[in-house]
């Protein structure tokens, strides 16, 4: 197996440009619900396919997880997987300013989380001068379901990647939710390249 380590300015360029994107998606999230949301700072590490689920089943049993796939230039791609606690998909109504019966809890999870990704993945291609295009978001299975059950039933083409998560929680509402991005190692190493030229020009 290879290693995707990034050197110390790598890391640090790419952090830097996580930071901006997950900002600028924080701001859009706060603004769409009037609503102060509060940021951790994010987590980057390398995760091969046989650890993925494992690493990802820290979280509480039961979760609803949207799935999109985002696709940019010179073969930048990868996963975003947004992650919701039942106890917070049920304030999803409430959050997004929907009557009751409008739209179900499904529909509402996936509206916000297209919201974030979307938001997030334009910011961070933006910085790379890149552009990206998306796949539907997919609600992978019911909000009872383990984790390990969404990813089991996914092929993930690759045998290492990098994993972004970054925790949003919405203060006035009690509210969080996970966005975990899985990078595949080819695309890593074309962003590697873009944070190269990126660090030349400083």
């Known amino acids: ?65 949207v799935s999109q796939g985002f696709f940019g230039y010179e073969g930048i791609r990868g996963e975003a997987l947004l992650m919701y606690q039942p106890k917070d998909s049920d304030r999803l109504a409430d959050l997004l300013g929907y009557e009751p019966d409008e739209l179900s809890v499904e529909e509402q999870i996936i509206d916000l989380s297209s919201i974030l990704t979307t938001t997030f993945l334009n910011v961070f291609a933006k910085q790379i001068e890149n552009q990206m295009s998306y796949s539907a978001p997919r609600l992978l299975a019911g909000s009872q379901s383990a984790i390990s059950d969404h990813l089991a039933q996914q092929s993930f083409n690759w045998d290492l990647a990098l994993k972004v998560k970054i925790t949003y929680q919405v203060t006035d509402y009690s509210f969080n939710c996970d966005m975990v991005l899985l990078i595949p190692e080819s695309a890593i190493n074309n962003i590697k390249t873009v944070i190269d030229r990126i660090l030349e020009e400083f």
């Open 1 to 65: 197996m290879s290693d995707l380590n990034l050197n110390e300015d790598q890391q640090d360029c790419l952090q830097e440009i996580i930071n901006v994107a997950m900002g600028q998606a924080s701001d859009q999230l706060a603004r769409y619900l009037d609503t102060f949301v509060y940021l951790k700072v994010p987590s980057i590490e390398q995760v091969s396919t046989l650890s993925l689920i494992e690493t990802l089943n820290n979280n509480e049993k039961s979760v609803a997880v």
